[in-house]
C-alpha cells in the first residue's frame, strides 16, 4: 500500500523560502513520475509541478514558475519542492503524489498523504 508524507511546511514572511520534502513507500518511487499539489482554503486541490521518472522533464504552473522547482532522490525514495519568493497567494497545504507521467494532471494513486501546511504572512 503506498503511503506518502509531507514535510517541511510553517510559517514564512514574503520573500522567504521553504523546501518540501515527501516520502514515498509501498511502491518503487522510481516507477513514476511525481508531483506536487497544493489546496488553498475553499478551494479545490491544484497540480503546480511534476518531474519525469527520469528527472530530466519537469513542468510548472504558471502561477509558480521562476520561484518553485521540484527535484527527487530516487535512492531515498523521496521528491522535494523547493519554494523561493513566497507569496501570500502561496498560502495552502502542499500535497505530493505520483503520476503516471509527467504530463498527467490527475494523481496516479487516490489516497493522500495528510499534506504540510505552508502559511506565507506579512
Known amino acids: 500500500q503506498v503511503q506518502l508524507v509531507e514535510s517541511g511546511g510553517g510559517l514564512v514572511q514574503p520573500g522567504g523560502s521553504l523546501r518540501l520534502s515527501c516520502v514515498v513507500s509501498?511502491?518503487?518511487?522510481?516507477?513514476?513520475?511525481m508531483s506536487w499539489w497544493r489546496q488553498a482554503p475553499g478551494k479545490e486541490r491544484e497540480l503546480i509541478t511534476s518531474i519525469a521518472r527520469s528527472g530530466g522533464t519537469t513542468t510548472v504552473a504558471t502561477a509558480v514558475k521562476g520561484r518553485f522547482s521540484i527535484f527527487r532522490d530516487d535512492a531515498k525514495s523521496m521528491v522535494f519542492l523547493q519554494m523561493n519568493s513566497l507569496k501570500p497567494e502561496d498560502t495552502a497545504v502542499y500535497f505530493c503524489?505520483?503520476?503516471?507521467?509527467?504530463?498527467?494532471?490527475?494523481?496516479?494513486?487516490?489516497?493522500w498523504g495528510q499534506g504540510t501546511q505552508v502559511t506565507v504572512y506579512s
Open positions: 509501498g511502491v518503487t518511487a522510481s516507477d513514476y513520475a
Open positions: 503524489n505520483a503520476l503516471r507521467n509527467v504530463w498527467a494532471q490527475a494523481p496516479a494513486f487516490p489516497s
